[in-house]
């Protein structure tokens, strides 16, 4: 069955410091992958995607991911967290090109402190 | 860009009344989404639309109906909506691979 895991509900850290939000999936094909950020009482707004070109994908904001198939993994990494970075992050799998088979990761909520 | 408009930012129902979403896409995009948002349970999907007229039940459509007469517009229908109704709904279009979200609907059904 496909699925998608997010690791952790919420991750604090303090300004200046790297982020680290952890994605796993499953699935028996090689997926699509996205995240999303969502910041209170907003739409989701999309921060990069994956789809089967390069493994290290570079997204807006500062923040990237590596896709890691032998971990089914898509971790999303920032350097340094601002302020502005806290929000609710989601993992999203496309299963089919269509994209119509989406799945959510649950979200995990990032806090980040001065 | 494309922008995919959700016609109420608040909606405040009474128990049993009947309710539309309103959802309009502006990119010619042949997918469209509902998705309900709640703490804990994350984006879950209601139905999703993928041509005028076509529709595909998601993982939670007890208690809501769909409409697309027209390819930019997907409504989300509460036929008697029920306090447990009471949510973020978050309409989005696609093209493939790209998928756009609206602002979302918050409705709270008393």
């Known amino acids: 069955a496909q699925s998608v895991t997010q690791l952790d509900s919420h991750v604090s850290v303090s300004e200046g410091t790297p982020v680290l939000l952890r994605c796993n999936y499953s699935s028996s094909y090689s997926p699509s992958l996205f995240w999303y950020v969502q910041h209170p009482n907003k739409g989701l707004q999309l921060l990069l995607k994956?789809?089967?070109?390069?493994?290290l994908v570079k997204g807006i904001n500062g923040f990237e991911a590596e896709f890691k198939k032998s971990e089914t993994s898509f971790h999303l990494t920032k350097p340094s967290a601002h302020m502005s970075d806290a929000a609710e992050y989601f993992c999203?799998?496309?299963?089919?090109?269509?994209?119509?088979?989406?799945?959510f990761g649950k979200g995990t909520t990032l806090s980040v402190s001065s | 860009d494309v922008k995919v408009t959700q016609s109420s930012r608040y909606l405040v129902k009474r128990t049993g009344e009947k309710v539309f979403l309103e959802c309009v896409q502006d990119m010619d995009h042949e997918n469209m989404f509902w998705y309900r948002q709640d703490p804990g349970l994350g984006l879950r999907l209601i139905y999703f639309s993928y041509d005028v007229k076509m529709k595909e039940k998601g993982d939670i459509p007890e208690g809501y109906s769909v409409s697309r007469e027209k390819k930019e517009r997907f409504s989300l229908i509460l036929e008697s909506a029920s306090t447990n109704q009471t949510s973020m709904y978050l309409c989005?279009?696609?093209?493939?691979?790209?998928?756009?979200f609206g602002s979302g609907t918050r409705l709270t059904v008393v």
């Open positions: 989005a279009s696609s093209d493939r691979l790209e998928v756009t």
């Open positions: 999203v799998v496309a299963f089919n090109q269509a994209g119509t088979a989406l799945i």
């Open positions: 994956y789809t089967s070109a390069a493994t």
